[in-house]
């Protein structure tokens, strides 16, 4: 496993869907106590299976880059992201079966020429991934790191619905309600409530079971950023490839597959131009307006091939994923696939690779 992941990574640098790029996963065992936005998963159809034990899959994808800030002459501009994301199974009466919440918090500096001075090449770790590097025990004095207390949460919801996540694990100001949680959980939990609630809402049949494994895991990336110029706008753009699959033992019994490209633009002086108060959209939530079939003459849109890809992997273990045959630019040359899917898949392969690595 770890040879072949190690080579899939490399692919992955030179042509898949980011350029440089680094990730985690969240593993969670379903069995195991303790700003909104708009759906996120692809529409691949599925059939419910009729056991008491299946559950519906579902990831929610939400970002905010409102606290980015303008350069000034003794002071560098910056591009602000804060990506919450939570990936969910549910049974068909809304109780929560599993829960993996992760988040990036990611920033990209530019001078008042607009040049960016953050170093591009140092792909962003998410909250999960950096642990006690997040630093919430070292500099703010708290006893639980986030990683911990957004395990707490994940927990803790766990048999619930979101209606009772709402009405008993946040209070008024946001913060933990139920002594439990609050004990470890000191953060505030609000937002993550309302990303629980929207991957839940989300959430469809896409083949798994109770008790299976739920992983979430990223590619991250920020080298698609570039420098301004005396007559165009310089960006800084987060790339993110997310999903939520679910395994049985070494076998994917759903998948969900999504990406964000989430861009902040700039001016060669270093006042921002961009809409700090429209939250980016993921691939999936942008639909048709991603423009793959009005701009690149595609019969099918990102979001339907990603489905498409999701659901053909189902099924199959990490391994298989990886033999799936594939040109030099990572597009798949299996007929049947290749009617529906067109685009590159070297960073879809890497990514279920590292989930179920």
């Keep these: 496993m770890k040879k072949f992941l190690a080579m899939l990574l490399t692919v992955v640098v030179a042509v898949s869907l980011l350029g440089g790029c680094a990730g985690a996963h969240v593993h969670v065992c379903p069995t195991q106590p303790i700003a909104t936005a708009a759906p996120t998963q692809g529409t691949q159809p599925t059939t419910a299976g009729s056991s008491d034990d299946v559950v519906k899959t579902g990831l929610a994808v939400v970002t905010n880059i409102v606290d980015s800030t303008d350069a000034a002459a003794d002071k560098n501009g910056s591009a602000v992201y804060d990506v919450t994301l939570v990936a969910v199974t549910v049974d068909d009466n809304g109780v929560i079966d599993s829960c993996a919440i992760d988040g990036i918090k990611s920033t990209v500096e530019f001078d008042a020429t607009g040049v960016i001075t953050t170093d591009l090449t140092a792909a962003p770790q998410t909250k999960n991934e950096l642990g006690e590097a997040y630093g919430m025990k070292a500099y703010a004095g708290s006893a639980y790191e986030w990683n911990e207390q957004a395990q707490a949460l994940a927990d803790y919801a766990v048999g619930k619905t979101v209606e009772e996540l709402k009405t008993g694990a946040v209070s008024e100001s946001g913060k933990a309600a139920d002594a439990d949680l609050a ?149 798949v040359t299996e007929a049947d696939l290749a009617a529906t899917v067109t685009i590159a898949v070297g960073g879809f392969q890497a990514l279920i690779a590292k989930a179920a690595g």
Excluded at 197 to 209: D, I, K, P, R, S
Excluded at 302 to 312: K, L
């Design 183 to 331: 004990s470890v959980a000191t953060i505030y939990i609000g937002g993550y409530v309302d990303a629980i609630a929207v991957a839940a809402e989300n959430a469809t049949h896409l083949g798994a079971h109770r008790g299976d494994k739920l992983v979430l895991s990223t590619i991250n990336g920020l080298d698609n950023s570039v420098n301004a110029e005396a007559d165009k706008d310089g960006t800084s753009q987060l790339d993110v490839n997310v999903t939520a699959l679910t395994m049985n033992g070494d076998t994917i019994t759903s998948c969900i597959l999504d990406g964000l490209q989430a861009k902040v633009s700039f001016d060669a002086t270093g006042k921002i131009t961009t809409d700090l108060t429209s939250a980016p959209q993921t691939k999936n939530q942008l639909g048709e307006a991603y423009g793959m079939k009005a701009y690149a003459g595609s019969t099918y849109e990102w979001n339907e091939q990603a489905a498409s890809f999701a659901a053909y992997v189902t099924g199959k273990t990490a391994e298989e994923v990886n033999g799936i045959a594939v040109d030099e630019s990572t597009k």
